[in-house]
């Protein structure tokens, strides 16, 4: 079977749908290329006029199979917005601004506007949109939003996602969805019947613990996450997730808890409790108590499970318990980080306790 082969034909959307449909060689041309090297020609072009015809068109290629390629201006740099998909286009009949509040500076516009004429909307107001990308007189509002963009000013001002309170969208499967603010009690009502269908007994839930978490782009992570992947000290014996000892931030736990697990596994071992360790402890953003610890020994384990349990516990896994225990205010970063983080006797998470 070619690997286009589509199941129906595509031109089926004429007959159910009030949009503009193109499926001549010229207009998929058009739509092959973006502001990056990728060219890749669509299967068909798709102009809804109205919502009924996104829905339509989405559900027409969700039961045939048929993947979709939401498109504005197509100015993405990464072949964000060509593939061998149904290009669905918004930017020629949803382009309007819905509502202006001047006083609370808010504006609600479809996705196909372009971010220029935005901005010349919002001028005589004193205003404009922040998020200015080089693209300015061909990226859309809606492309702007599904590729997170960013601009020259992002650094105060942030990305498109700190500068956006709502989206009201048609994902793939057909279905209307609203993201942006919820009501936080009908939001646990609802996921605690979830719940029940399929956990018996009892449990522990926590519905966002850390509150409003909002904070993003450059003035959340700056200096805090990459620089160091944990894979790289761990050694090959132990499973990671692949994240980040988060900069030289001991209030984070990629790192805290790195070494912690460390300093306990190590204790266990030497205090003859088991020939072998891991230390599994997993932490929710908002709670110091970790909602996981738990010790695997690989069948090598000597004493009771009571008798690890003890001595587990003696070995506080609250961040600044952790802080405290392991001095990590006052690490040498330059050297203690150097030829990996573990297996030198010298630092504080490799020391036998006294227990």
């Known amino acids: 079977m070619p690997k286009d082969f589509v199941p129906v034909p595509l031109s089926e959307l004429k007959t159910f749908t009030n949009g503009e449909f193109y499926d001549d060689e010229f207009s998929k041309g058009r739509y092959s290329t973006d502001a990056s090297i990728y060219q890749i020609q669509p299967?068909?072009?798709?102009?809804?006029?109205?919502?009924?015809?996104?829905?339509?068109?989405?559900?027409?290629?969700?039961?045939?199979?048929?993947?979709?390629?939401?498109?504005?201006?197509?100015?993405?740099?990464?072949?964000?917005?060509?593939?061998?998909?149904?290009?669905?286009?918004?930017?020629?009949?949803?382009?309007?601004?819905?509502?202006?509040?001047?006083?609370?500076?808010?504006?609600?516009?479809?996705?196909?506007?372009?971010?220029?004429?935005?901005?010349?909307?919002?001028?005589?107001?004193?205003?404009?949109?922040?998020?200015?990308?080089?693209?300015?007189?061909?990226?859309?509002?809606?492309?702007?939003?599904?590729?997170?963009?960013?601009?020259?000013?992002?650094?105060?001002?942030?990305?498109?996602?700190?500068?956006?309170?709502?989206?009201?969208?048609?994902?793939?499967?057909?279905?209307?969805?609203?993201?942006?603010d919820i009501d936080i009690d009908e939001l646990r009502?609802?996921?605690?019947?979830?719940?029940?269908?399929?956990?018996?007994?009892?449990?522990?839930?926590?519905?966002?613990?850390?509150?409003?978490?909002?904070?993003?782009?450059?003035?959340?992570?700056?200096?805090?996450?990459?620089?160091?992947?944990?894979?790289?000290?761990?050694?090959?014996?132990?499973?990671?997730?692949?994240?980040?000892?988060?900069?030289k931030d001991p209030s984070k736990v990629d790192r805290s808890a790195a070494y912690a697990a460390r300093h306990l596994a190590k204790n266990i071992v030497a205090h003859n409790l088991a020939d072998k360790c891991q230390i599994r402890v997993a932490y929710a953003i908002g709670k110091a108590e970790p909602y996981e610890l738990s010790v695997d020994t690989f069948g090598s384990q000597k004493e009771k499970d009571s008798v690890v349990n003890d001595f587990v516990s003696k070995f506080g896994m609250k961040p600044g318990v952790i802080i405290e225990r392991l001095d990590l205010l006052n690490v040498n970063y330059r050297e203690d980080t150097l030829f990996s983080h573990f297996g030198h006797e010298n630092r504080n998470w490799e020391k036998i306790e006294d227990i």
């Open 43 to 180: 299967l068909a072009v798709f102009i809804p006029k109205s919502k009924d015809d996104v829905i339509k068109a989405v559900n027409f290629c969700l039961n045939n199979n048929i993947s979709i390629l939401p498109r504005g201006g197509g100015t993405s740099q990464c072949g964000q917005t060509v593939n061998r998909s149904l290009v669905i286009d918004n930017s020629k009949y949803f382009n309007k601004i819905i509502d202006f509040d001047e006083k609370n500076k808010t504006c609600t516009v479809e996705p196909g506007i372009v971010l220029d004429e935005l901005n010349k909307f919002l001028k005589p107001f004193g205003l404009w949109f922040p998020v200015d990308v080089s693209t300015s007189s061909r990226a859309t509002i809606g492309g702007m939003a599904g590729n997170n963009s960013c601009g020259g000013r992002s650094l105060k001002y942030g990305m498109m996602r700190d500068n956006v309170l709502s989206i009201e969208a048609i994902l793939n499967d057909g279905k209307e969805y609203c993201f942006g």
């Open 189 to 247: 009502i609802n996921l605690e019947d979830m719940i029940t269908k399929y956990v018996d007994g009892k449990y522990k839930f926590d519905l966002n613990p850390s509150g409003s978490f909002v904070k993003g782009g450059p003035a959340g992570d700056t200096g805090l996450t990459g620089r160091k992947i944990v894979v790289d000290a761990y050694g090959p014996t132990v499973p990671v997730g692949g994240g980040a000892f988060s900069g």
